[in-house]
């Protein structure tokens, strides 16, 4: 997700030709620091704040343009519509790539007319939650590019996202980490035992954060498919070098974090062609996209291709499918009857077209969208289409 509605991985997707995925030559990443990775620390106390009830049996989840403007118009908390469940506050950034420092700036009145006051913003959050939804800080988006290169980093990380939690009383955390956030050091190979520093750095911050919080810590992420879904064809930059160390990173986060995951829903959206697990290339576009990237992480799949490393499927409450509201959020909306489509599919197993998946997941948490206010601006369609859909 981003600023300006189009992801900066699909000008690098085109760039490198889509067809070929992640083969082509290794791009550039940040130097990391040489550094021993230390263990998370001891959690602290709990602070005490509002906690709403846990998400409904299908939850519709928004990100909400909350520190700027991008044409879509400015939505205060108070006024997101009673449909979606889970809102992510987007975007709390760093201060620079590698300080883990992360700020959250509310949108200033010259860019976001009518935007509420600190206070108003605060009991917004508490009416939310008081009527049973979760409001989350979103961190990273397109221009919010975080690297924990050290366990200094990994601190200051933990630190500025509790302050940021605990100034507002929200319910936890969405990890929307895109570009170059997230990288393989080469050798690191298996996705179960990493050892690349910001991948490690990361894991342990989030495992404080939940121990800090408690059970009732709501934590999400929202990788791009070229994060997650490519890793079935190319790991990092692979046992040769010369792929894009990029390719599958976000797989050793979600799998070490697996139990204290409520939900991932990948940005099906903004995307190349991706292989799906009958061998074949999906494309955006379609309920079958959908279907196909969700069915690998229902079922799961083979890392690398290697058969004998494979990424576990997820519980089907843990996964939603991330869509763009609108023509104007990003590449590969699809109208409401392509959703019920990927819904009836995956939930009912009707409607599949060419794509049969592995299973039936009645189960399946819900839908994630780009956004609150990009389906505001197209007049509500996208949550509409759940409403009407979950009843």
Not at 184 to 189: E, F, M, R
Not at 292 to 307: E, K
Request: with cysteine.
């Amino acid at each position: 997700m981003n600023r300006r509605s189009l992801s900066s991985w699909t000008s690098r997707r085109s760039r490198r030709g889509r067809g070929r995925c992640a083969a082509a030559a290794a791009v550039a990443v940040c130097a990391l620091a040489a550094t021993a990775v230390a263990p998370h620390a001891a959690a602290d106390a709990a602070p005490a704040a509002s906690r709403a009830a846990e998400p409904p049996e299908h939850a519709l989840v928004g990100y909400l343009h909350a520190s700027f403007a991008n044409g879509s118009g400015y939505t205060r908390l108070a006024d997101v519509p009673d449909s979606w469940d889970i809102i992510d506050l987007a975007f709390g950034e760093p201060t620079s790539v590698t300080s883990g420092d992360i700020r959250f700036s509310r949108c200033p009145p010259a860019e976001c007319p009518g935007v509420e006051s600190e206070a108003e913003f605060k009991v917004a959050v508490k009416a939310k939650q008081q009527a049973g939804k979760k409001v989350l800080i979103s961190i990273g988006g397109q221009n919010g590019q975080v690297r924990l290169t050290t366990p200094q980093a990994r601190e200051t990380f933990v630190d500025s996202v509790s302050s940021i939690i605990d100034t507002y009383g929200l319910d936890g955390l969405d990890i929307d980490f895109e570009g170059h956030s997230l990288s393989l050091d080469d050798g690191d190979t298996d996705f179960e035992n990493p050892t690349t520093p910001v991948i490690v750095h990361l894991i342990s911050a989030l495992r404080t954060l939940k121990e800090r919080y408690g059970d009732e810590f709501t934590l999400t992420m929202a990788p791009e498919t070229f994060f997650v879904q490519l890793g079935h064809q190319y790991y990092g930059s692979g046992p040769w070098g010369g792929q894009d160390p990029r390719a599958g990173a976000y797989l050793p986060v979600i799998h070490a974090l697996r139990d204290d995951l409520t939900l991932l829903h990948v940005q099906d959206y903004n995307s190349g062609p991706i292989m799906g697990l009958d061998g074949q290339y999906h494309t955006m576009g379609g309920a079958d996209f959908h279907i196909a990237m969700t069915d690998m992480l229902l079922t799961g799949f083979p890392v690398a291709g290697d058969p004998d490393k494979v990424f576990p499927a997820l519980r089907p409450e843990q996964v939603a499918i991330g869509m763009p509201a609108t023509p104007q959020a990003g590449n590969g909306h699809v109208p409401p009857a392509e959703v019920e489509k990927a819904l009836d599919c995956l939930t009912k197993g009707s409607a599949c077209g060419p794509y049969t998946p592995h299973g039936t997941w009645p189960a399946l948490r819900g839908l994630m969208a780009w956004s609150v206010n990009w389906d505001r601006y197209g007049g509500d369609e996208f949550a509409g289409t759940f409403d009407r859909y979950f009843g």
